[in-house]
């Protein structure tokens, strides 16, 4: 079955995809935060800080009351959120570890090599 969306539709459906189509001074609080990185599936971890790290720069383009203090309760203390590597190191919901488990299993070995050579071998 083939589908044809004019540029427009396509268009809608790629900003409301990623988040970037809803008014960006709405009110997101912690509960509006984890649906946000559940609606685009995660949120790329970058440690370079030019001017932002990069998964604050992300989450703040699509909401300005963003706070980083929720985004670290979800992370490190609600468990609602999980860091690991996607194709990048990346924040992801919990609730879609059993997608990812299998590719983590597999992956295993090449990201623990990766990570030594990055780190030193006392790691």
Known sequence: MTILLSNAEARRIFLSRQGLSRPPGRALGKAGLLQLIHDIGFVQVDSIATVERA????????????????????????GELFEHWTHDASIIPSAFFRYWKHRFRRKEASILANWRKWQGEGF
């Open 55 to 78: 998964h604050h720069q992300i989450l703040f383009s699509r909401n300005q009351t963003y706070r980083r203090e929720h985004l670290a309760e979800l992370l490190e203390k609600d």
